[in-house]
């Protein structure tokens, strides 16, 4: 950011609602299937067809509402937006009015020190979140004389999170994005697939003279399916504006898409000449109604937020941020994690295993945590005997989880048969390590000239000899001990 100046960014997130049918009729709520197959005359906008509101869609709303400690507003409406467009089979899309179902909530993110002047967290109002439906999809480029329409995905239940403009940053804004991306996930109401568009962003970006009371006009930048695309094309456009605020010139309302390949955003419609919606009520749907009691459910039904569990995890472990959060990327990941912590009694080592071995099986099998083969309690043995320091990690690594992962045996068992536990009386490593100094007078000497780094070379010849069974850590210091006396 140019010195003199200050961003001011605003979010709106379309997060789709992982129910199983969609907002306003019984089709299945899916991804993948055969063109227009998953549809019916209420999603298909057919004359006389009526819509009946999802309870699904609307607990989950509520839940995400609660999540953000929103304002659920006990009486909210549908209206009618009314647009043209060919996805679009109704002539309007089913969206909510003036009084959305959660408003005035907030989400906490790291603030970008850089901007703020200062470290520390800060609060992201949410100004309101609210239920509508998704439109179906365009292809223009199935062949060159015809546009192709999929309305699959008509009538999908969206829930629209607007937040307020209060993010500083591109930073800021990828972190918030992140941390929103984080919590629909961990609440289980959405897939969180940013390339198939159940996660969607629009950012809002206005630039102003530092200190300046009101905003700069702003730019709304769309197309942005991925973390790394938000941050680029913020920062662009914020470089962009700065540009021609510095020359003296104004910058226009507009809308513009990113183009990741050309690495800038483009101009593609001029807000002034906005659309008039001519919202109206929905007169097909009653009043969206919600109960205390069914507040109070569903607050006492919240599980614990990823953030919550990421702060927990730093403290009772000492967890790095970025470790904390790579565990809590699914909260199924987050509950093996969990669960191999408490059973192993180790937190850090449960950590690295699930950073280390674990999500390297993942990766190369293609899987997700739900099909991994070895359950928390079987992984545990062996992180314990690890960090018992019975077992080498390498020889853990490398000779039981293998065998782990066959689904065969337990830790314990296959350490017994094979022999692998580690060695820890001093008596043999003793002997090892002054086998290894009579054999290597040079690097003795050295050391002894003050080359330290030789140390290392020594060690691994003790190991070595020790066939990868010998505790390193006593091989230190028994080495250690050895080098001072001769
Ligand atoms: P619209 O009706 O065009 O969507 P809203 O008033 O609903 O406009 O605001 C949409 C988003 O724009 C919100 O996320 C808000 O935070 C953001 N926003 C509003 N004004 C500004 C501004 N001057 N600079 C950056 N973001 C803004
Ligand atoms: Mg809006
Ligand atoms: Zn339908």
Same mark, same amino acid.
């Given at each position: ?97 003036? %009084? ?31 239920? *509508?439906?998704?439109? #179906?999809?365009?292809?223009?480029? @199935? ?19 607007? #937040? ?58 769309? &197309? ?10 913020? *920062? ?8 021609? @605020?510095?020359?003296?010139?104004? %910058? ?65 472990? #000492? ?50 945590? *739900? ?62 390590? @002054? ?6 007078? #040079?690097? %003795? ?30 091989? &230190? *210091?028994?080495?250690?001990?050895? @080098?001072?006396?001769?």
């Amino acid at each position: 950011m140019k010195p003199g100046y200050e961003a001011v960014i605003g979010l709106e997130v379309h997060v789709q609602l992982k129910t199983r049918s969609k907002m306003f009729c019984a089709c299945r709520n899916q991804s993948g299937a055969p063109p227009n197959s998953l549809t019916c005359p209420v999603c298909l906008g057919l004359p006389g067809a009526l819509p009946t509101l999802n309870a699904e869609a609307v607990r989950m709303a509520l839940v995400l509402g609660l999540a953000v400690e929103g304002t659920i507003q006990p009486r909210s409406a549908f209206y009618r937006k009314q647009y043209f467009y060919p996805d679009l089979p109704k002539g309007y899309q089913i969206t909510q009015g003036p %009084v959305a179902l959660v408003e005035e909530g907030h989400l906490d993110v790291p603030g970008d020190a850089r901007v703020r002047g200062k470290e520390g967290p800060v609060r992201i109002r949410i100004e309101r979140a609210h239920l *509508e439906e998704d439109a #179906g999809k365009s292809h223009h480029d @199935l062949d060159a004389h015809h546009s192709h329409v999929d309305l699959n995905r008509a009538g999908v239940p969206l829930l629209e999170i607007v #937040g307020a403009p209060d993010l500083r940053s591109a930073q800021e804004a990828s972190d918030y994005l992140k941390a929103l991306h984080r919590l629909v996930v961990g609440l289980g109401i959405c897939d969180g697939n940013l390339e198939e568009g159940s996660f969607r962003c629009d950012a809002n970006v206005s630039v102003r003279k530092a200190g300046e009371a009101a905003f700069g006009t702003r730019v709304e930048v769309k &197309n942005l399916n991925s973390f790394r695309f938000v941050r680029q094309a913020l *920062e662009h456009e914020i470089e962009r504006q700065t540009a021609l @605020l510095e020359a003296g010139e104004a %910058v226009q309302m507009e809308t513009r898409g990113w183009d990741a390949s050309a690495g800038e955003t483009r101009g593609q419609r001029s807000k002034e000449a906005a659309m008039d919606y001519r919202y109206f009520p929905e007169p097909d749907l009653p009043l969206l109604t919600i109960e205390p009691e069914e507040i109070t459910a569903a607050r006492a039904a919240l599980p614990e937020l990823p953030d919550q569990r990421i702060r927990r995890w730093q403290e009772a472990y #000492g967890l790095g941020l970025d470790e904390a959060q790579t565990l809590a990327q699914s909260p199924a990941f987050a509950t093996y994690f969990d669960e191999l912590a408490r059973l192993s009694g180790s937190g850090r080592g449960a950590a690295a295993w699930m950073l280390g071995e674990v999500s390297r099986t993942l990766n190369e099998r293609g899987i997700s945590i *739900e099909a991994f083969p070895v359950e928390p309690k079987k992984l545990a043995e062996l992180v314990r005997l690890v960090d018992a320091r019975t077992l080498g990690f390498g020889t853990a690594k490398e000779q039981v989880f293998p065998v782990l992962l066959a689904g065969e045996g337990s830790a314990e068992a296959i350490v017994a048969q094979k022999g692998l536990a580690q060695i820890r009386d001093r008596g043999p490593i003793e002997a090892l390590v @002054l086998q290894v100094l009579t054999a290597h007078p #040079g690097p %003795v000497a050295q050391i002894k000239g003050g080359k330290e780094s030789l140390k290392g070379f020594l060690v691994g010849q003790v190991l070595k000899a020790g066939n990868g069974r010998l505790d390193a850590r006593l091989v &230190n *210091e028994v080495l250690a001990e050895a @080098l001072a006396k001769s």
